[in-house]
């Protein structure tokens, strides 16, 4: 049968495989196991990021308010919709390298009156051929108070990222005052009130600096713990328990740089384990770059598998950091924060100004589903991870370029994974024929997550064969189903993807299918990422 044939009927199949199994039919194993759970999936984990480069602002997000796109405030309404749909928990900006090189005092009062600067991104040599506009020198219409506007629409927290490199800690606590002070109190809380909330943002969340070991200061670890006890030494608070995100490692497959974690924690603690009670998290940034041509629509199989690879390179990077972490934090006060993950391919962009930008193909989509899949099962260890980013950059949940607008095959991985958040991670065993590639590489056959709702429970699996169908046993370990629904992100062609003109190229089916008791046959469709949501008995 030719794959596409397969995956027309993928559900016939799945549906017939329900039936009793056949002895020795099953060529794969999940099992979830019921009484082992590990934490709570913090809905945060299934955050994104944003920042003031190529069109992720620009206008991915902002189109002004006079513009003839769909707007709310000038800010792309197509975008707020469809974040509202994924219940996006959290929004981080204003970067990145970005966020060290942002005075927010640029980015209040009258849009009319802000300066006009140079972007941090303006030295990179993919923009020197590109035309002048937003992208490369900032307008600032967009600023605090636009961003926290957009989190209100999406129902988002805001997680803002302070300046480390080039400004002070006072600049810093008049961000904060800026964002929290009580309404009428301070000269800032008047300002706010101009720019039209006149009640507190409530801001909880904030970075202290970004990649502190290179864009955000080219700090030594030792170095950047003094900063980080400096900026969030006597913040002013307003009554609220502010979040502190310390700055971590970027790690890279074969380099996950805990010499970083180390000496960042060790010497944050030189002055006393009350240092801890400042750290809320710590973040964790990693990358997948992809190999061969890292075109991010012409690929081989090797380059689909070795993006998979690296990806899957996160489950080692996050139990690292967090032994490293527990090291000095014995009590694991401070969690685990991935506050920029994803896959960093080197284009075709979708326009010369839009830096970073590419169109995700289902290679994406499956290396962000078992991105996430190791997230849920790490859930005891983190507090929340920020995909990079949400919109026309890499790992894009979105494109969006003036009065287009498409979806993502991340998209659906997003809107698939949602039905996790507040669950109980639960322990999975799964196990499939492992696949060869390229010159004597191996890659697992079948792996995933679930968690527990109630009396719901939702599994995840990514069948990373390119091309075979995985027959499995799942075995629900203390517990029996009742009956469930599937939904299956596959495509006939491991390059497809969605565009302006194709949005609807790649998007998941579902269906109710009966099952029942503790033990069916399911099979995972080439190429694939399933949810199973299983209602149990
Ligand atoms: O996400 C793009 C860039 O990657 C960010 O600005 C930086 O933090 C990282 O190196």
Known sequence: MKRREFLSTTF???????????AHAAEGVVEVLLDEPIGDIAPEIYGQFTEHIGGVVYDGIW??????????????????????????????????????????????????????????????PALVNAPDGPQKYEPNAFGTAEFLRFCELCGAQPY??????????????????????PAGSTTLAGTRADDGSREPFNVTYWGIGNESWGCGGSFRP????????????????????LRFIGSGPGA??????????????????????????????????YYCRGSG???ALDFTVDDWYTLLWQADVMDSLVSKH?????????????????????????????????????????????????????????????????????????????????????????FHVFDMYQSHMGGRSLRVVSDAPAISYGDQKTFWGLAGSASLHGKTLVVTIVNPHMSEPRVTEVSLRGASAKSAQVTV??????????????????????????????????TFAPASVTKLEIELA
Not at 12 to 22: D, G, N
Not at 160 to 181: G, I, K, M, Q
Not at 222 to 240: D, I, M
Not at 335 to 347: Q, S, Y
């Open 489 to 522: 992100l596959a495509a006939s062609d491991i390059h497809a993807h969605n565009d302006f003109d194709h949005p609807q190229a790649v998007a998941p089916k579902t269906e109710p299918v009966s099952v029942s008791g503790p033990r069916f046959t399911w």
């Open 322 to 410: 967090w032994l490293a972490m527990g090291e000095f934090d014995k009590e694991h006060k401070a969690k685990l924060v991935v506050d920029e993950w994803g896959a960093w391919h080197a284009g075709p962009a979708l326009a010369p100004n839009y830096l970073f930008s590419y169109i995700p193909t289902l290679r994406d989509a499956l290396m962000s589903a078992l991105t996430l899949d190791i997230f849920n099962r790490h859930a005891e260890k983190l507090a929340m991870c920020n995909n990079a980013q949400l919109v026309n950059n890499i790992n894009t949940v979105f494109v969006a370029q003036e009065d287009r607008f498409a979806p993502t095959t991340n």
């Open 63 to 124: 189109v002004g308010e006079n513009s003839k796109i769909p707007n709310v405030g000038g800010i792309r309404k197509a975008l707020v919709d469809h974040l509202r749909q994924l219940h996006v928990p959290v929004i981080r900006w204003p970067g990145g390298c970005f966020a060290d090189s942002y005075d927010w005092r640029d980015g209040i009062g009258p849009r009319a009156k802000r300066p006009m600067r140079t972007n941090f991104w303006d030295n990179n």
């Open 12 to 22: 016939a199949v799945a549906a017939a495989s329900l039936a009793p199994r056949t």
């Open 293 to 295: 041509k890292r075109d």
């Open 160 to 181: 803002l990222a302070a300046n480390v490199r080039s400004l002070t800690p006072y600049d810093f606590d008049e961000w904060v005052e800026y964002c929290n002070s």
């Open 222 to 241: 030792e170095e950047y713990a003094t900063e980080f006890r400096r900026f969030t030494a006597w913040v002013p608070t307003y009554g609220l328990k």
């Open 252 to 285: 890279r497959e074969g380099d996950p740089q805990v010499a970083w974690t180390r000496g960042f924690l060790e010497n944050l603690l030189a002055k006393g384990e009350r240092m801890l009670d400042r750290l809320y998290g710590f973040a964790l940034h």
